[in-house]
């Protein structure tokens, strides 16, 4: 049986990289298709590239996994979360 990984959708042309500011470690940052702004580690897969047939000026969407947020890797945010329990 395979297993799917969750993905967000996310607007290639908006990204820019920068450093976490609680452990340093290089991000890029990503805007999801709701406008969020998302950081990643510094290199994700992005699967699927596509642009909306409807308009023609659209920008290159991607998917790239959840387990490539930065959050969710970040040593820094872990001992953030403790220190506020």
Request: hydrophobic share 40%; with cysteine; net charge positive.
């Amino acid at each position: 049986m395979s297993t799917i990984e969750a993905v967000i959708t996310v607007l290639l042309s908006t990204r820019s990289p920068g450093r976490c500011k609680l452990c340093r470690m290089p991000i890029v940052w990503y805007r999801s298709i709701a406008g969020t702004s998302m950081p990643f580690t510094a290199a994700p897969m992005v699967d699927r590239l596509r642009r909306d047939a409807r308009a023609v000026d659209s920008p290159v969407i991607g998917d790239i996994a959840r387990r490539d947020l930065h959050w969710r890797t970040c040593p820094g945010m872990k001992a953030t979360r403790r220190r506020v329990q």
